[in-house]
Nanobody
Framework: QVQLVESGGGLVQPGGSLRLSCAAS????????MGWYRQAPGKERELVATMPNSGNTNYEDSVKGRFTISRDNAKNTVYLQMNSLKPEDTALYYC???????????????WGQGTLVTVSS
């Protein structure tokens, strides 16, 4: 069974920075993509940033130029560097991985438990 464990959330003032980390552990064959999603109170979960194995990144418009996604494939880890944080970035941030657990397995998504980011003065 594969687990995704996020860390790095917390309380930060507007304009501040945080770095989220997510490590995938367990038995798996290959990861095709990793990414971050977020869900603010009363809103639906939305994509923040994704990074497939090709390295082509995809960002939600409101975070472009402020957030940077990166991966360490050797460690099965994805990071999200968040700069110039705004109150509207406040949300529960979820890690996501598109993977298969064996050669015969289909690709499927696995989710972390989420880490809370609060941007407030």
């Amino acid at each position: 069974q594969v687990q995704l464990v996020e860390s790095g959330g917390g309380l930060v003032q507007p304009g501040g920075s945080l770095r989220l980390s997510c490590a995938a552990s367990g038995s798996m064959f290959t990861i095709r993509a990793m990414g971050w999603y977020r869900q603010a109170p009363g809103k639906e979960r939305e994509l923040v940033a994704t990074m497939p194995n090709s390295g082509n990144t995809n960002y939600e418009d409101s975070v472009k130029g402020r957030f940077t996604i990166s991966r360490d494939n050797a460690k099965n880890t994805v990071y999200l560097q968040m700069n110039s944080l705004k109150p509207e970035d406040t949300a529960l941030y979820y890690c996501n991985a598109d993977l298969r657990m064996s050669y015969w397995d289909r690709f499927h998504e696995v989710w972390g438990q989420g880490t809370l980011v609060t941007v407030s003065s």
